[in-house]
């Protein structure tokens, strides 16, 4: 898998992730693996099947024009293109986790198609508990008025921490700002 973070800074919306394509075993895939694109008004960074991204390439897809349409749309898309599988509860699944940014907010949907806005930060991903635990930290030392560090600062050191103890989580890290 890999890790990917979102963040929302005043009107700003920030996602970061890891470049690391790695196999079901773990082994390292030597690819360019981008896991963020943009595709109209919406940022899309993405953990799992590198194929789960590119099917939402402007190229191949047209994001409805309100966010609670994205996953039916992203649903329909995957079907389209033999991209989707069915859970142990027979229900639809991919491979696939999206943090999206538009409209200075930020949504996760998770690989059985739910929509979840989110508050203020999130990460997806095999790397994710490692972001959360650096987020949190840092947003406990902003809010306690002992340190001051820039969204970009705080995306990349969780990043980091994913990056040190997921294997399927490594370097460059690429963050974009919407």
């Known amino acids: 898998m890999s890790t990917v973070v979102g963040l929302i800074d005043g009107k700003d919306v920030y996602i970061g992730a890891d470049s690391r394509a790695s196999t ?3 082994d390292i895939r030597p690819i360019i693996c981008n896991k963020i694109l943009r595709n109209g008004k919406y940022l899309v960074g ?3 099947s590198v194929r789960g991204g590119q099917v939402l390439l ?3 897809f047209k994001f409805p024009k309100h966010v609670y349409l994205v996953p039916d749309y992203i649903r329909e898309q995957f079907k389209n293109k033999g991209c989707l599988g069915v859970s142990e509860n027979n229900t639809d699944a991919h491979g696939c986790n999206y943090i999206i940014a538009t409209q200075g907010r930020l949504y996760e949907i998770l690989c059985d198609f ?5 508050e203020s ?3 997806v991903g095999s790397g994710s508990h490692y972001a959360f635990g650096s987020l949190i930290t840092t947003k406990m030392l902003i809010e306690e008025g002992g340190c001051k560090i820039t969204p970009i600062e705080r995306i990349t050191l969780a ?3 994913a990056i040190e103890y997921d294997s399927s989580t490594g370097p460059p890290i690429v963050i974009e700002k919407l």
Do not use: C, H, V, W
């Open 46 to 48: 993405f953990t799992g």
């Open 114 to 118: 739910q929509l979840n806005q989110i």
């Open 159 to 161: 990043l980091k921490a």
């Open 58 to 60: 402007p190229y191949y």
């Open 24 to 26: 079901e075993d773990g």
């Open 121 to 123: 930060f999130t990460s």
